[in-house]
């Protein structure tokens, strides 16, 4: 995991706009609790949906799912890194 979060990449190397139509938009505290690497996987995900024209609900659907699994998994990783560290001792 690194220690770059996605809104400090989004401000510092900014990607190409999406379509104004575009309707899945993440805001700035979204942004700060995604990890760097995980919104470069979503974007990656998103563009090529976009570019396939398979960008519908269920596309939709799966991009918030792996948002939320990114934001829930940063948010746990300290604990868990805590857990194994003990127990290797």
Known sequence: MSDVNALAVARTCPLPSLPPTFRF?????????????????????????????EF????QALMLEFTLSAEINRDDFPQ??????????
């Open 56 to 59: 519908d609900e269920s596309a």
């Open 80 to 89: 868990r890194h805590e857990r194994r560290r003990h127990s290797s001792h």
């Open 25 to 53: 938009r993440l805001d700035e505290g979204e942004l700060a609790e995604l990890d760097a690497v995980d919104d470069l996987i979503l974007n990656v995900m998103m563009r090529s949906l976009i570019t396939a024209n």
